[in-house]
């Protein structure tokens, strides 16, 4: 028997067993992206950004039924079967590509979107709206204070309304302040505009390292099709197990 196509079928095979993690994790890696998204999206602009995230999950969803296609086609060693688990491969690969392409885009466009987003929020802190909320929870959880610096927040009415004072999430965790300058040592001094651009880039990062990791794999599987089909063509079609 040939042993390229026994390869193959079993490389097909082991790819339509492990559609459905790989289903699994890109759902994952979709729900991380909107999530971390959504807990800022007071600061972003551009909703387009959320485009890859949802390229991801639709192709997840796919994922769990083409496992299932691929599955049942080499196992029943099924030419149109394959054919069409081929043409999926196919078209699932070109998502993951324009997905992987536009994470690439709008990564450098991250920071263009944020500067000027995260400065009209801060501005219209005042200590009850939903703007206000979105500001202590940027500042407690990345431990920032302002956009650039802690500094920026002179020229917001908050601050000579209040005393001359910062909002209480720009202290530092576990310390007793008042938010007075007169205390920057219990401050968290740097701005929540570096921080928060590096953590949107790296999860975006993230996704796109694993959207072409399993692009690879439909690369391969693919080429197994193409392996089976022509050889297939000059000879009967072999089981995977005779």
Same mark, same amino acid.
């Given at each position: ?30 729900? +991380? ?72 885009? +709008? ?42 610096? +802690? ?89 995977? +197990?005779?």
């Amino acid at each position: 028997m040939d042993c390229g196509i026994i390869t193959s079928k079993t490389v097909l095979l082991i790819l339509s067993l492990i559609f459905w993690a790989a289903g699994a994790a890109l759902s994952y890696v979709g729900a +991380y992206v909107i999530s971390s998204y959504k807990n800022f999206d007071n600061f972003l602009e551009d909703k387009y950004t959320l485009i890859p995230a949802a390229i991801i999950i639709g192709v997840a969803v796919i994922m769990f039924i083409i496992g299932i296609v691929g599955c049942c086609a080499t196992l029943r060693e099924s030419k149109v079967g394959l054919s069409f688990f081929m043409l999926i491969l196919l078209l699932i690969f070109a998502a993951e590509v324009t997905a992987f392409v536009f994470g690439f885009i +709008y990564r450098g466009r991250i920071k263009g979107d944020l500067e000027k987003s995260m400065t009209e929020v801060f501005q219209k802190y005042d200590g009850k709206n939903a703007e206000t909320r979105a500001v202590d929870y940027l500042q407690s959880q990345l431990q920032c204070c302002g956009v650039k610096n +802690y500094t920026d927040w002179t020229s917001i009415p908050w601050f000579s309304s209040h005393n001359s004072t910062v909002p209480r999430s720009c202290c530092k965790a576990n310390a007793t302040c008042t938010g007075r300058f007169d205390q920057s040592e219990l401050l968290n001094v740097q701005g929540c505009e570096a921080k928060l651009e590096q953590l949107l880039q790296d999860v975006l990062s993230y996704a796109m390292l694993v959207v072409l990791g399993f692009a690879i794999i439909k690369f391969f599987g693919m080429l197994s099709v193409c392996v089976i089909t022509c050889r297939s063509g000059r000879s009967d079609y072999q089981p995977l +197990y005779a």
